[in-house]
């Protein structure tokens, strides 16, 4: 089964005896954009009784993963919210979902069934796309070979993140791990062998 990964931001909100939960599903690529959103849901939901939450993301060969219950009963929120991403292979996003307390009690098997109904809901409603494995590389060569190269890379379907040329052309490329090869390639033919490539 492929990985996909969210094409945009969504929300969803349902209640259930009362309680108001409200879930939101977020494309982050590093650990660090997770942390940065949630902060800031945080502060969008202060009042909330709980923000519960889980994430997945690539990176490189590793698949990282973590959820969280944040207060209420172990194994009731983060790991439903964990496993609605991990049954349709949901990667580089953030699911997380608020609650709004009602003043019923649900039970444990209650607040299993409703954060992984919010997970579900909201992923539902968000419109997936197929995640392919990238790869980052520094490309440096001699800076007459800017508009050459430029092209070429263009034709691999790889994307310049930081160009920090000067004198000399040096390149920070992003391209799809299989098309490394012929990256390769390209940088060692325009450049007559004068280019280097290194993983960054």
Partial sequence: MNLVTPSQSWSFSFKVKQSRF??????CETGSDFKSWLSQL???????SHICWAYRIQDGSQLEHHSSDAGEPSGTAGQPILKA???????????????YFGGTKLGKRGLIDAYGTAARNVID????????????YLITCPIQYY?????????TGGKILDDQSSNDLKWIVEIKTGMI???IKIV???????GDLDRV
Wanted: charged share 30%; net charge positive.
């Fill in 22 to 27: 409200i879930s939101y599903l977020r494309q």
């Fill in 42 to 48: 945080r502060k969008d939901h202060y009042d909330a």
């Fill in 85 to 99: 991403m991990k049954q349709i292979n949901l990667v580089q996003c953030g699911l997380a979902v608020a609650r």
């Fill in 125 to 136: 409603q968000t419109t997936l796309i197929e995640w392919v494995r990238k790869e980052r």
């Fill in 147 to 155: 508009g050459d190269l430029s092209r070429a890379l263009l034709q």
């Fill in 181 to 183: 090869s012929d990256l």
């Fill in 188 to 194: 060692r033919t325009v450049t007559k062998g004068e």
